[in-house]
């Protein structure tokens, strides 16, 4: 089946490769090739099919609306009309489950869309064959072509920069630094669940630091335990939003993540590196952040 999933590909290649060509039988082969990769594709994964299916139908209709929209008198008006296409097929990829594919069809669409740019500046080539002798002809002839080119570019950002921004938002965020500055913002309810397991990690090492007896020393074994307990909660630590946490109660974010956050790394290094004394200022900040969290637990338990 792999084969065959590789051999669709390798048939939209050469069909997206054809439709760009000026031969006399690229068109030909281009349908051709780009149908047999359909079929191909949809026997090795009928998913990645479906996403091909998807993808140049969406191609198709956008360019219909690229008819309307490249024209300069038009474009501010069905500019509306490319903003709410765009929404909804960031909307379909997440309805027809191929939210996977959300930087395929980002990346191809944006080639797909510089490679047709291009061919706009090609066409100038052709304005002395179209124009003749006549020089008022051909400058009112290209100055219509550089408004197309223009709003042809225009366009195409619109479509990607509103198809990229809705699909974060119908998805709830990006959590892997996507999308221009990490467009993304973490939910409320997902900022809390980090928090509180972050806590419970960080408990769960406190609680191994305590089980032993007063004058007892804790052992290797009890402090790799304490570590992997705090990488844990350090993970879960670093998907919290701080500033959100500054919001609803005064310096908690700051105290989070200069005590908290900070003592657990310096905690983890200390250990790692041997350390001593980084080790042991990772305790005293999380002793901090721990007597101030007991202060203030019940003001912030009410939030």
């Known amino acids: 089946m792999d084969i065959i999933f590789y051999i669709g590909i390798f048939l939209f290649a050469i069909g997206a490769w054809q439709a760009f060509m000026r031969g006399t039988y690229s068109e030909v082969i281009s349908g051709i090739s780009l149908i047999l990769g359909t ?47 765009a929404s909804l097929i960031a909307f379909l ?96 309810g997902s900022n809390i669940e980090h928090f509180s397991k972050s806590i419970d990690f960080a408990n769960k090492a406190t609680r191994i630091s305590n089980g032993g007896s007063v004058y007892q020393q804790m052992g290797e074994e009890e402090i790799k335990r304490m570590v992997e307990n705090y990488k844990q909660a350090l993970s879960e630590a670093k998907q919290v939003d701080i500033q959100k946490l500054n919001s609803d109660y005064q310096e908690f974010g700051d105290h989070y993540k200069n005590e908290f956050i900070t003592g657990m790394e310096m905690f983890i290094d200390g250990f790692e590196k041997s350390d001593a004394q980084k080790f042991l200022q990772g305790q005293m900040l999380l002793s901090q952040w721990g007597d101030w969290y007991e202060k203030n637990f019940d003001a912030i338990r009410n939030l």
């Open 39 to 85: 079929i191909f594709v949809f026997i090795g994964n009928w998913h990645a099919g479906l996403f091909f299916v998807f993808l140049f139908t969406s191609w198709f209709l956008l360019m219909q609306i690229f008819r309307f929209s490249t024209y300069y008198k038009y474009f501010f008006k069905i500019s509306l009309v490319l903003i709410g296409y």
């Open 93 to 188: 990829l997440l309805k027809f489950g191929l939210e996977n594919y959300f930087w395929w069809y980002l990346t191809l669409s944006g080639l797909f869309l510089f490679i047709n740019h291009k061919k706009q500046h090609q066409t100038k080539n052709f304005l002395d064959v179209l124009s003749g002798d006549d020089k008022e002809k051909r400058a009112e002839a290209e100055s219509s072509l550089n408004k197309t080119i223009k709003y042809h570019l225009l366009s195409s950002m619109v479509f990607i920069v509103i198809f990229a921004l809705a699909f974060s938002y119908f998805s709830g965020g990006i959590k892997t630094d996507q999308i221009i500055s990490q467009i993304p913002a973490v939910s409320v």
